[in-house]
């Protein structure tokens, strides 16, 4: 199993440019999520999902958007980039216990 | 909203003392508390704690959940520098399991 892959791990975006960074679990995991850490510290929740088809916000949703067509994939979209998402982003999946983290996507807006 | 706070922020100590990294929480609907340890990269996960007052081992790293009080502590014994990190707790609650993590504890173990 490859458990959580995320893609790309590196991007830098020019203010007002959108991206997606990708998620993917292989694990048949229901809950995914996505979290952003900033320097020195946590993880702030973005968005997560309890299945395909359902989102909820978390902490910090401003700025983006996700979807959940499948149990597997689990996209994160930046619209309009601004240099407060400079950050790192980490996607997540459980089962409803512990949860597996994917390798992170260092993004940097300038 | 669901809140944890995990104290202190940072830590530095030498090779062979003894750490105790608290959280404190409060969440809806409580269904499990998370111990992960991050070094440069992604989290790993460590404990899962469910019930109070079962202590949870691996090695020299054991954690307790207290359900009345809405704590848990993670002790570390006899720490070497490869214990060096940031200790981040979470709260899953709630039907759809939002994990909710608090500012970590960062941990500098010197020679």
């Known amino acids: 199993n490859a458990g959580v892959t995320q893609t790309p791990k590196f991007r830098i975006l020019k203010i007002g440019q959108s991206m997606t960074l990708q998620c993917t679990q292989d694990?048949?995991?229901?809950?995914m999520y996505w979290y952003r850490q900033d320097p020195g510290m946590g993880l702030k929740l973005i968005y997560y999902?309890?299945?395909?088809?359902?989102?909820d916000k978390g902490e910090v949703p401003n700025g983006y958007n996700v979807s959940r067509s499948t149990t597997e994939d689990f996209p994160l979209r930046l619209e309009l980039a601004a240099p407060s998402q400079t950050s790192v982003y980490f996607c997540?999946?459980?089962?409803?216990?512990?949860?597996?983290f994917g390798p992170g996507t260092r993004l940097t807006v300038t | 909203e669901d809140k944890v706070v995990q104290s202190p922020l940072s830590l530095v100590v030498h090779e062979g003392d003894t750490v105790t990294l608290n959280c404190s929480y409060e969440v809806t609907n409580f269904r499990s508390l998370l111990w992960y340890k991050q070094e440069k990269k992604a989290p790993t996960f460590l404990f899962m704690l469910t019930s109070s007052g079962i202590e949870k081992k691996s090695g020299r790293l054991s954690s307790i959940l207290d359900k009345k009080e809405l704590f848990s502590i993670l002790n570390i014994t006899a720490t070497q520098t490869g214990d060096s990190a940031v200790y981040l707790c979470a709260v899953g609650g709630g039907s759809n399991y939002k994990l909710t993590f608090g500012k970590g504890t960062l941990l500098t173990v010197n020679p």
């Open positions: 999902s309890v299945g395909a088809g359902i989102t």
């Open positions: 694990m048949n995991h229901n809950y």
């Open positions: 997540a999946s459980s089962y409803g216990g512990e949860a597996n």
